[in-house]
């Protein structure tokens, strides 16, 4: 049984960093692309950055982009999403997600297992 748990969220201010985190068991996720997604309350589930297996490609929403990183530790079976500057729109739930696919994908429907999630609150 695979499953993904997210950890490492919170309530920061503006302009804070956060760490997540993101602990797969059940399978080896070292051939397989991770995600991370965030849903907002009242808001579509939306693509935040994607890696491939081996982590030599990255993808990352436009909204974030040259805020957060995403990496992993395939030895570990751990996938992390480190955030800078955050921002009040930062708010939501942060999940991690694990794609069977070959390519990390950027859309909801690609991804294959979820966990549950992770709130991340930013106040301004």
């Known amino acids: 049984q695979v499953q993904l748990v997210e950890s490492g969220g919170g309530l920061v201010q503006a302009g804070d960093s956060l760490r997540l985190s993101c602990s797969v068991s059940g399978r080896t996720i070292s051939s397989k692309p991770m995600g991370w997604f965030r849903q907002a309350p009242e808001k579509e589930r939306e693509f935040v950055a994607g890696i491939s297996w081996n982590g030599g490609s990255t993808l990352y929403a436009d909204s974030v982009k040259g805020r957060f990183t995403i990496s992993r530790d395939n030895a570990k079976n751990m996938v992390y999403l480190q955030m800078y500057s955050l921002k009040p729109e930062d708010t939501g739930v942060y999940y991690c997600?694990?794609?069977?696919?070959?390519?990390?994908?950027?859309?909801?429907?690609?991804?294959?297992?979820w966990g549950r999630g992770t709130q991340v609150t930013v106040s301004s």
């Open positions: 997600a694990l794609d069977l696919r070959p390519r990390a994908g950027v859309t909801r429907d690609e991804y294959d297992y």
